[in-house]
């Protein structure tokens, strides 16, 4: 039992009911806080409204951005690295539900422009890593042919007596070097502005791209940009997450090293697997920092605003309902933070866990943002206010990273391949 001596009020943390943190853990809350608050939240509302084209231009404020970020050392690879996996488990979450509070779009976009250096260091090559290092990076996986179907990796899901498509893309080797013919998607995470990407094709060995089961042959490459025969597309205009410019890459028999090929036909989608795997569990706790973003402003607003005589806070369904949206904020990072500790625990990482929390936080994300835009009432469809931008964004996350109706098929078959497992079936 607890014991009181009398009934205290509830103290709650900045993300709301904290348990045990370290001061590092504060400091760096509290750090990468102010970052959201006084540099992204003002940077993503001009980007939120401005053309899409000028959103990348030289003059764009997503170069100030990207600036201060490098500067604040929030995203530090060599400090990440150096963490043991506890506290990867619990630093790395801190850091990114704050940025997201701040911006989803710029959050997730800086996020993967790191994946080609990510990459570049997991190979531990000298060569590699002064190459890729530096350059600001995007993940190009998906084509306009092969959307869900790169998501469902072992082609599980493909309709009875059929195969995947071709998609868009083909590397194949030519002595010592990579060849790459092809397009992404117009999707990519920051391609209009990196330099390079971690880039996931299909792969002919001069036999074709399919296996004999009818799966693709599928290899990963690190490109550089400043190559012969890579171009770029115009960027994406789109409804959510806007602060994240998007664009297709195009590539004209572009060549490079075969070193620069990090995952060869044996390892393609072992390594994908890897980046959809740690993509979908930062999207998990990114969204709890959008849900409590959206939930931050109802609680403020409801404050203040006054119908029936009295602030809307003092109406009881306006409580019931604000006390459901804290209820879920809560139940999301709950559930973000146990699969950062699974997938750094020791039966970790894998996607089924990941695809839990990012499906069910996007999905609850915006189930929170609409009800915040109703506490809003009309004011909440405004763009004067945040919330019509946050419920755009958190809509852009059911989609982002795998849609969740294929993430959730996907982890529902290895549920099932776990417990056939498990009772030996
Ligand atoms: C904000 C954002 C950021 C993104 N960032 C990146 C990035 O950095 N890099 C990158 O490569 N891509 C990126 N993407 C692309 C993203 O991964 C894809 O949009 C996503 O995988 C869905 O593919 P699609 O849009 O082609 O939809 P489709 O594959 O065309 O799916 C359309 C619908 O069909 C359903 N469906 C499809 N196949 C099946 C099936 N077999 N069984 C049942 N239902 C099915 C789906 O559930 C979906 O509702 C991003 C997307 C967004 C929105």
Redesign the pocket.
Same mark, same amino acid.
Request: net charge negative.
């Given at each position: 039992m607890f014991e009181f001596d009398e009934v205290p009020l509830p103290k709650l943390g900045l993300t709301g009911l904290e348990g045990v943190m370290s001061e590092e853990e504060l400091a760096i809350q509290g750090m990468a806080h102010r970052f959201a608050a006084e540099v992204m939240r003002p940077i993503a509302e001009k980007l939120d409204k401005m053309d899409h084209e000028a959103a990348v231009a030289e003059d764009s404020p997503i170069w100030e951005f990207l600036e201060k970020i490098e500067e604040s050392g929030l995203l530090d690879l060599a400090a990440i690295a150096g963490m043991s996996n506890e506290e990867k488990a619990r630093i790395i979450p801190i850091i990114f539900e704050e940025l997201a509070w701040g911006d989803s779009?710029l959050a %997730?976009g800086y996020l +993967?422009s790191k994946?080609p250096a990510f990459a570049a260091y997991n190979t531990g090559d000298a060569e590699i890593i002064e190459r890729f290092g530096h350059l600001r990076g @995007?993940?190009?996986?998906?084509?306009? *042919?092969?959307? @869900? *179907?790169? +998501? *469902?990796i072992e082609a599980s899901? @493909?309709?009875p007596g059929e195969r995947q498509g071709r998609g868009n893309l083909v590397a194949r080797i030519e002595g010592d070097e990579v060849v790459i013919n092809g397009q992404? $998607?117009a999707? +990519? $995470?920051?391609?209009p502005i990196a330099q390079s990407a971690l880039l996931?094709s299909q792969f002919d060995d001069g036999d074709g791209i399919y296996n004999e089961d009818g799966s693709h042959k599928y290899v990963g490459i690190l490109v550089p940009f400043d190559i012969p025969g890579v171009t770029k597309g115009k960027p994406l205009d789109?409804m959510? %997450?806007r602060a994240?410019c998007?664009g297709e890459i195009y590539f004209d028999n572009a060549r490079v090293p075969l070193k620069y090929m990090i995952a060869d036909a044996d390892q393609g989608y072992s390594s994908f697997f890897g980046a959809l795997t740690f993509?979908n569990m930062e999207m998990g706790i990114s969204f709890t920092g959008v849900a409590r973003a959206a939930l931050d402003h109802a609680l403020a607003y409801v404050h203040e605003r006054k119908q029936g005589g009295t602030e809307i806070i003092n109406h009881q369904t306006v409580r019931a309902r604000l006390f459901k949206m804290h209820q879920k904020v809560e139940a999301c990072r709950a559930m973000a933070k146990r699969v950062f500790d699974y997938n750094y625990g020791p039966n970790g990482p894998h996607l089924l866990a990941s695809a839990t929390s990012k499906t069910y936080v996007t999905d609850t994300c915006v189930e929170v943002c609409s009800e915040a835009i109703q506490l809003f009432g009309g004011n909440g469809l405004t763009r004067e206010y945040p919330l019509e931008k946050l419920f755009r964004d958190a809509r852009? $996350?059911?989609?982002? *990273?795998?849609? =969740? =109706? %294929?993430l959730g098929?996907k982890a529902a078959t290895w549920l099932s391949k776990a417990y056939k497992d498990k009772n030996g079936l």
């Open positions: 779009g %997730m +993967v994946f @995007c993940w190009a996986a998906t084509q306009p *042919d092969r959307g @869900c *179907d790169l +998501v *469902d899901e @493909c309709h992404t $998607s999707w +990519v $995470s920051g391609a996931y789109k959510g %997450m994240l998007q993509a852009a $996350s059911q989609i982002a *990273d795998g849609e =969740n =109706n %294929m098929l």
